[in-house]
């Protein structure tokens, strides 16, 4: 049921703009003139076949979305090397695609961002700890030679580490490469930007006390799956899912509830029940199932630990990536780790080894331990829309959620994949750490903003103009409504 808090309403309306706001210099994402130019002047930027030379200066130029406009400040842009008038950088988490080309040789400028992020990148690539600027979560803080603005990180519902930043300060330098000047730097008038990286939204970012019922100039937007037949479920609700499965395999209880008369439903019951033990030794194997759960580097932890909770046991990873667990300062996932394979009843893997023979080859490893095997592959690509989903045509923003949050998601929606075997089960687990086209929506409904930058998907202008049209729904959405936050199930997730 939709959460009853006075935070929200009914139906998903938006603050209208405020009176005497600029909105003529900032909305409209990718129609004006000087949008158009920008976005062609970053394509030439990221030309994959661009190659270092004396004559275009040795560095790839930084596209404008990267660095924050009025403001010496870049974000998640350290493919770039040195960037002209920058004073800091800044990065939302410790995903490569995002810390390209960051190593030990760095020495551009300082780094900020989350204690946790910090850690990993001073562990796994080197980069000398007098660089690195870890801030704390929820306060805002001033960051030296930027001209007065101050940054707020917020938790991103992404993996460890990573963090929105709510930037607010004046406008007072054009840093970057881009040839397109903003006309207030010198002015007197205070910007509001909110980065957000990769997350995963949740109702918990617009109802935060640095978010809340203010104006955002900027958003910086992580549009990864800004498309309708992305809307996948809850994470809340797909951690539970895998979390009672994995109970009820290693139980050996039913997979499904059974009818109001005591009828079990048709599962996969007989895949996993054993038979014909012989003695003690044959008994006391065949009761033993090893879950094993793909993962990337960083990310899908919340997953591991329901799971481990959900049975009681310990979690074992190879040493590599353990170090890097240990990195991100969780004690509660501190506490689960082991050393020993037996001891620990979840495996992590790479996400890669789930969907392949190498899966099996590390089963292989373990028998006359463990009888069987159960395998997680959570990621968002795994997701396809219910059947008899129609994502070509959308009347309204409104239907879509309601439908989207009409939906649950159970054990029950777990199925085998069709290489499963009755000794290793494989699960593909619409999971994502990214936020859903339905997400993005109720984020983007849910904030009074100004203008709103995709970072995701813009190497090509047929796909910026699909994201440019979702964007121009969302604004005509909003000016339609009176303000508030869109009705949410609970608070982490709409």
Same mark, same amino acid.
């Given at each position: ?59 790839? @130029? ?15 842009? %350290? ?222 932890? +919340? ?35 082991? +050393? ?6 979840? @495996? ?27 395998? %997680? ?59 859903? %086209? ?57």
């Amino acid at each position: 049921m939709p959460h009853a808090g006075s935070s929200a309403i009914p139906h998903p309306v938006l603050r209208k703009s405020s009176p005497g706001s600029d909105a003529s210099a900032f909305s409209m994402l990718m129609s004006s003139y000087k949008e158009v130019a920008a976005w062609k002047e970053a394509s030439a930027a990221e030309d994959r076949n661009f190659r270092p030379t004396r004559a275009n200066g040795g560095r790839r @130029h930084a596209p404008f979305y990267k660095v924050l406009q009025g403001m010496p400040i870049a974000v998640d842009a %350290f493919r770039y090397g040195t960037i002209p008038g920058i004073t800091a950088y800044f990065l939302t988490h410790a995903h490569s695609d995002h810390y390209t080309n960051l190593s030990s040789n760095w020495k551009s400028g300082p780094i900020y961002c989350s204690e946790g992020t910090a850690n990993l990148i001073v562990h796994m690539l080197g980069v000398d700890r007098k660089w690195v600027r870890p801030l704390p979560m929820d306060v805002p803080t001033v960051v030296p030679d930027t001209g007065g603005v101050s940054v707020t990180l917020i938790e991103a519902n992404h993996c460890p580490g990573s963090c929105l930043f709510l930037f607010e300060g004046p406008q007072t330098v054009n840093a970057g490469d881009s040839a397109y000047s903003s006309p207030f730097v010198g002015s007197k008038r205070m910007f509001r930007y909110l980065h957000c990286g990769d997350f995963r939204a949740s109702p918990q970012h617009v109802l935060h006390p640095s978010v809340k019922n203010k104006r955002i100039d900027h958003v910086y937007l992580d549009t990864t799956y800004l498309d309708p037949k992305y809307c996948f479920p809850p994470q809340p609700q797909v951690i539970a899912a895998c979390a009672e499965l994995a109970r009820r395999i290693v139980r050996g209880e039913p997979l499904e509830d059974g009818d109001p008369k005591g009828k079990q439903k048709e599962t996969m019951d007989s895949w996993v029940t054993v038979h014909e033990k012989t003695d003690k030794k044959e008994e006391s194997i065949a009761g033993r199932v090893l879950v094993i759960v793909g993962t990337y580097s960083i990310g899908k932890e +919340r997953i591991v630990k329901a799971i481990a909770r959900a049975l009681g046991t310990k979690v074992f990873c190879d040493s590599r990536k353990e170090a890097i667990l240990r990195c991100e300062a969780d004690l509660e996932l501190d506490a689960l780790l082991t +050393r020993d394979p037996l001891e620990g009843g979840v @495996h992590l893997v790479p996400l890669g080894v789930i969907a392949s023979d190498r899966l099996k080859d590390y089963v292989a490893r373990f028998k006359g331990h463990y009888s069987r095997a159960i395998g %997680f592959r959570p990621t968002g690509w795994t997701y396809t829309p219910p059947s008899g989903t129609d994502t070509s045509n959308i009347p309204s923003l409104l239907s879509l959620i309601k439908r989207a949050q009409s939906r649950t998601y159970t054990c029950a929606n777990l199925r085998p994949t069709k290489n499963s075997s009755p000794c290793l089960q494989v699960y593909g687990v619409p999971y994502s750490e990214h936020s859903s %086209f339905f997400e993005l929506s109720a984020f983007a409904l849910s904030l009074d903003w100004g203008r709103m930058i995709a970072t995701v998907n813009v190497g090509s202008e047929s796909g910026r103009k699909k994201m440019g049209r979702w964007i121009e729904r969302w604004e005509a959405e909003r000016k339609k409504g009176g303000g508030g936050v869109v009705q949410y199930r609970a608070p982490d997730y709409w």
